[in-house]
């Protein structure tokens, strides 16, 4: 039998999502997003591209065990990095971010060459979802419509009546 050696592990791509403690103040906020940069490429990673962390409200209450006691947060601040990194280092970098006494929650994830390639920028989507939002009231009794009237006859129109039975489409 020959001997064959191993080609050293390749750089694969990851990103390392989080969410920042609402505790710490929004001027220490890049000070921790620039801590994981720095973490990052201390052990040799190369970062890609970048989502630096804002606050917003979350979908629902996390509780996380700090100073002696159990404490439920309901905004966080949301950031997210992509990076190249030799796979072996990988194991050191989540040790040290679980360390992070700043962060309430993270993931860190191996990207395939599709998620590389098409990075989602989440604030950038809520701030496009929120101006598509748009609350409308409807006066069932006396049929007044406030809003805006083509939103909601296209909200009644998805709407039919048929015998009795009410069905909706989706528009």
Do not use: C
């Not at 040790?95 to 992070?100: A, D, K, L, P, Y």
């Amino acid at each position: 039998m020959s001997e064959t050696t191993m080609p050293a592990a390749e750089a694969s791509a990851y990103e390392l999502a989080f969410h920042v403690l609402p505790t710490v103040a929004e001027g220490e906020v890049a000070v921790v997003f620039q801590k994981l940069k720095d973490l990052i490429t201390k052990h040799g990673g190369t970062i890609t591209i970048e989502e630096a962390p804002i606050r917003f409200d979350l979908a629902y209450e996390i509780v996380k065990y700090l100073e002696g006691r159990n404490r439920k947060f309901s905004s966080a601040y949301f950031g997210w990095i992509r990076f190249t990194i030799a796979p072996t280092e990988i194991a050191v970098i989540t040790e040290e971010v679980e360390g992070t006494k700043e962060l309430l929650r993270h993931l860190l994830i191996k990207l395939t060459r599709v998620e590389e390639a098409y990075p989602v920028f989440f604030h950038d989507a809520l701030e496009i979802l929120s101006e598509k939002t748009e609350t409308i009231d409807i006066d069932a009794e006396e049929g007044e419509v406030v809003g805006d009237v083509e939103v909601v006859e296209e909200a009644v129109a998805a709407v039919t009546v048929e015998d009795g039975e009410e069905s909706t489409d989706k528009v």
